[in-house]
């Protein structure tokens, strides 16, 4: 189980645009880390996952 205090943490998301990956990004933001998210380059997939 994860902890909720993640306020002072960084994760990194390898394939955070979609699936598994998106979810955990946004999951992982909502307990308060700092989420930097690798994704392949595609127009507007970033945009998508920082408004989940």
Known sequence: MMSNDLESRVALVTG???GIGRATCI???RQG???AINYPRTV?????????
């Open 16 to 18: 955070g645009s979609r």
């Open 33 to 35: 880390a700092r989420v």
């Open 44 to 52: 507007g997939s970033h945009q998508d996952v920082k408004s989940g």
């Open 27 to 29: 999951a992982l933001a």
